[in-house]
């Protein structure tokens, strides 16, 4: 029988909101003995807990056939690896970083500079398109360091929140690339994990439709229905159910999570009374 073989980061963050949306698209995963490689009972998946900078390399060789991984890995280290679906998680910045003090006008300023990163490849990229000379020095882990040591002028690293750079005293200059979870595939996945892939990305892309809307019920006027219908972006049409008291009707329909509160403010204004809004736990087309 065939398997599916994913990658997920070991811990952390990442790891925490993959294991998320594997039980959200419906497959169970026991790892209660911290073990590095679990077989999912009700769907055939195989979940390999790897080192977060070691799983660009696994798809390569082809160990596992797809991974969860953040895609300024992809770009660092993923020669050949192509991304099957956004996820829309552990969203962050791969930035240049400068002590405060350093006066910053223009990335010409950071032209000469040792750049202390963990994306050497990434960065060099970057500095060869801004036609400027930066002097790499690579490094793993506590990147922000580097410039109260004087190992290096600036540095370039991720950035979430911006708080280790400021505890560091260090400010964000430039932004190379924003980054996200992203769904990668080996490039060497065969035709009958291809299949399953197929089946897990169907379950995957339900999820995150339903994270990014909301059901919303309301009562309307039977006179203002076709208003409201302009308003609501819709699948395909309203939902509309005459109540018991007469001229009203229910409408229910989806909105956007990213438009709600605009949307909601139109449908007061059209006459829409009752509004109420749920979660969808599960949205299939």
């Given at each position: 029988?065939?398997?599916?073989?994913?990658?997920?980061?070991?811990?952390?963050?990442?790891?925490?909101?993959?294991?998320?949306?594997?039980?959200?698209?419906?497959?169970?995963?026991y790892?209660?003995?911290?073990?590095?490689?679990?077989?999912?009972?009700?769907?055939?998946?195989?979940?390999?807990?790897?080192?977060?900078?070691?799983?660009?390399?696994?798809?390569?060789?082809?160990?596992?056939?797809?991974?969860?991984?953040?895609?300024?890995?992809?770009?660092?280290k993923?020669?050949?690896?192509?991304?099957?679906?956004?996820?829309?998680?552990?969203?962050?910045?791969?930035?240049?970083?400068?002590?405060?003090?350093?006066?910053?006008?223009?990335?010409?300023?950071?032209?000469?500079?040792?750049?202390?990163?963990?994306y050497?490849?990434?960065?060099?990229?970057?500095?060869?398109?801004?036609?400027?000379?930066?002097?790499?020095?690579?490094?793993?882990?506590?990147v922000?360091?580097?410039p109260?040591?004087?190992?290096?002028?600036?540095?370039v690293?991720?950035?979430?929140?911006?708080?280790?750079?400021?505890?560091?005293?260090?400010?964000?200059?430039?932004?190379?690339?924003?980054?996200?979870?992203?769904?990668a595939?080996?490039?060497?996945?065969?035709?009958?994990?291809?299949?399953?892939?197929?089946?897990?990305?169907?379950?995957?892309?339900?999820?995150?439709?339903?994270?990014?809307?909301?059901?919303?019920?309301?009562?309307?006027?039977?006179?203002?229905?076709?208003?409201?219908?302009?308003?609501?972006?819709?699948?395909?049409?309203?939902?509309?159910?005459?109540?018991?008291?007469?001229?009203?009707?229910?409408?229910h329909?989806?909105?956007?999570?990213?438009?709600?509160?605009?949307?909601?403010?139109?449908?007061?204004?059209?006459?829409?009374?009752?509004?109420?809004?749920?979660?969808?736990?599960?949205?299939?087309?």
């Amino acid at each position: 029988m065939s398997i599916l073989k994913i990658a997920i980061q070991k811990s952390g963050r990442l790891h925490d909101e993959s294991i998320q949306l594997l039980k959200d698209s419906g497959i169970s995963i026991y790892n209660g003995n911290d073990q590095l490689k679990v077989t999912s009972p009700n769907f055939p998946l195989e979940v390999y807990f790897l080192r977060n900078s070691d799983i660009p390399q696994y798809l390569i060789d082809g160990v596992v056939d797809i991974a969860i991984v953040g895609d300024n890995l992809i770009v660092e280290k993923g020669k050949n690896i192509q991304i099957a679906e956004k996820l829309g998680f552990s969203k962050c910045k791969v930035s240049v970083a400068v002590p405060k003090a350093f006066v910053y006008n223009s990335i010409q300023d950071l032209n000469g500079l040792r750049i202390a990163t963990s994306y050497p490849k990434t960065v060099l990229d970057y500095f060869l398109l801004k036609d400027i000379t930066v002097d790499i020095h690579q490094i793993s882990g506590s990147v922000e360091i580097a410039p109260n040591i004087g190992l290096s002028d600036a540095i370039v690293d991720i950035v979430s929140s911006g708080s280790t750079l400021f505890k560091n005293g260090l400010k964000e200059v430039e932004v190379i690339l924003k980054s996200e979870a992203v769904l990668a595939i080996s490039p060497q996945i065969t035709d009958e994990s291809k299949i399953l892939l197929t089946k897990l990305q169907f379950r995957i892309q339900s999820v995150l439709r339903s994270r990014k809307s909301k059901y919303i019920l309301m009562n309307v006027p039977n006179d203002k229905i076709e208003l409201i219908s302009k308003i609501l972006p819709v699948l395909k049409s309203l939902t509309v159910m005459p109540l018991a008291e007469e001229g009203w009707s229910s409408v229910h329909s989806v909105i956007e999570e990213d438009t709600f509160w605009e949307v909601i403010d139109q449908l007061k204004q059209a006459g829409a009374e009752g509004i109420l809004v749920c979660p969808i736990e599960k949205m299939v087309l």
